[in-house]
């Protein structure tokens, strides 16, 4: 797969002298944003055009589209309101067929590593299945009104390994897969909030057996195997109650051989979309880079699944998954 591994972090960002360098189309009209506006006109250092918490208005965007201004300046220290602000709009941004496609799979891309960042970081706030849910619905929309949108995500996602970079990577492949198969956009954007959320258990666990180089002992192991209990214990407490997202968030490291943890379920108790994020989680492990490894090409990675993995997962969940992965490259 040649997809040209590269960290967009912040998607739509690049930092500049303390200044964050963002497209002009990721500014709606007629909002009204918390964090300042500065311009840099003919490479000089930016001016403050707007203050905080002003409107910004379709006619800045003609004045400034017609004095070839493609690009704003925010402060660096306000990164974290432009983020929230993306959020807020990220439906009308996904939409809006003018902006061109990849800038748009960036802006989903990244809202998605930013809302999971914030998640991992406290996944005890109080917005975190409200946040979860309006960026899996916006983007699974997203993957169903534009037919492309899979291969676009796929060009612009991190093959370092972070959970949070995972986690997004493992919604965008469950969802694929599930759409491949038949299953609605309802049933879609209902589970995969599992699959955006299905490692956040392991924020409870130290660091340092997380991201461990190498082997862990029997007692990190042990320890590292409660995840799936604790972040459904998370949800739980948050007040969640969808099936298919806790079956997925307790269940994912289930094996159709039974040998799986927590519950060791057999075959026939594996659901659906625990097997699709079965499929999700394990590829997307293998093909992305670790401090201690390098990433595994997508052929080598389905390869390994095929030949060591096969009587783990649905054979023919991951028939399909092959055929969609080969349209990759
Ligand atoms: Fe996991
Ligand atoms: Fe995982």
Redesign the pocket.
């Known amino acids: 797969m040649n997809i040209g591994a590269q960290s967009v972090g912040s998607a739509t960002l690049e930092e500049h002298d303390g200044f964050l360098r963002v497209a002009l189309a990721s500014l709606r009209a007629d909002t009204v944003a918390n964090f300042e506006l500065h311009l840099a006109l003919r490479g000089r250092s930016p001016v403050l055009y707007r203050a905080a918490n002003l409107e910004f208005t379709q006619e800045d965007i003609l004045r400034l589209t017609a004095y070839g201004v493609s690009h704003m300046f925010i402060p660096a220290h306000q990164t974290r309101a432009y983020h929230e602000y993306m959020e807020q709009h990220l439906a009308q941004i996904l939409e809006d067929s003018e902006l061109p496609m990849e800038f748009r799979t960036k802006v989903a891309y990244g809202a998605a590593q930013t809302v999971i960042q914030d998640i991992l970081r406290d996944p005890r706030s109080k917005d975190m299945l409200r946040r979860s849910e309006n960026l899996v619905e916006n983007a699974v929309d997203f993957m169903f009104r534009e037919s492309d949108s899979f291969y676009h995500l796929m060009s612009v996602m991190s093959f370092d390994y972070y959970t949070y970079t ?1 986690s997004v990577n ?1 919604m965008v492949f469950a969802s694929a897969l599930a759409k491949r198969l038949g299953f609605t956009q309802k049933e879609i954007c209902t589970n995969s909030q599992g699959a955006l959320l ?2 956040i258990g392991k924020s409870q666990i130290d660091p340092r057996i997380v991201n461990f180089r190498g082997k862990l002992s029997s007692e990190q192991w042990l320890e590292m195997k409660k995840h799936p209990v604790y972040g459904y214990d998370l949800v739980t407490a948050q007040g969640m109650t969808n099936p298919g997202v806790l079956d997925i968030m307790r269940h ?1 490291h289930e094996k159709l051989t039974g040998s799986g943890y927590p519950d060791g379920l057999l075959q026939n108790e594996i659901s659906a979309w625990v097997r699709i994020c079965a499929i999700a ?1 394990i590829f997307d ?1 293998l093909t992305t880079r670790r401090s201690y490894r390098e990433a595994l090409d997508s052929f080598p990675g389905l390869r390994v699944m095929s030949e060591e993995m096969s009587s783990e997962l649905d054979k023919e969940y991951f028939r399909v998954f092959v055929m969609m992965m080969g349209r990759s490259q």
């Open positions: 995972h493992v299905h490692d994912h989680d492990a």
